[in-house]
């Protein structure tokens, strides 16, 4: 069975309910998930997969996701999914790209391992976007797979 390890650093709580929604879609497929915020620093040694998510603050990730990520040698030799949330594409298609171009990459820089694939969420600040958590669990097992 497939350990799948969702990391994920959050400031005011959303980034934290996208990774608990990827956590239950992909625990509903049968897959194994642990689920930790960076500042639990986990042991990532037994997983099969890496799920990195973090919140875009001041035009960048979360300091605490890109150094949690330095600190365990850029996730070398694992296989490794990355996802954000930024508020950038609220501002339309180009909004969306920059945010690619820009926070993604961002993000994606510090990873030595590979990277198998790479999601912008839409966030919010005040009430939860039902939308986003919709697409966070489908996309999540999208990614991982069907499961069993």
């Known amino acids: 069975m497939m350990k799948v390890c969702i990391v994920y650093g959050s400031k005011r709580?959303?980034?934290?309910?996208?990774?608990?929604?990827?956590?239950?879609?992909?625990?509903?497929?049968?897959?194994?998930?642990?689920?930790?915020?960076?500042?639990?620093?986990?042991?990532?040694?037994?997983c099969d997969l890496i799920m990195m998510g973090a919140p875009i603050?001041?035009?960048?990730?979360?300091s605490e996701v890109l150094r949690f990520i330095k600190e365990k040698k850029g996730l070398a030799g694992k296989r490794v999914v990355v996802f954000i949330l930024a508020m950038a594409q609220k501002f339309g298609k180009l909004g969306k790209e920059y945010t690619k171009k820009r926070y993604l990459r961002l993000m994606m820089e510090p990873i030595k391992g590979r990277i198998i694939a790479a999601k912008v969420f839409d966030g919010w600040v005040f009430r939860e976007n039902e939308a986003t958590i919709a697409e966070a669990r489908s996309w999540a097992v999208e990614v991982v797979g069907g499961g069993e």
């Open 13 to 46: 709580g959303s980034t934290e309910r996208v990774a608990r929604a990827i956590e239950n879609a992909l625990r509903e497929r049968g897959f194994e998930t642990h689920t930790w915020n960076v500042e639990q620093n986990p042991n990532l040694d037994g």
């Open 57 to 62: 603050y001041y035009e960048r990730p979360l």
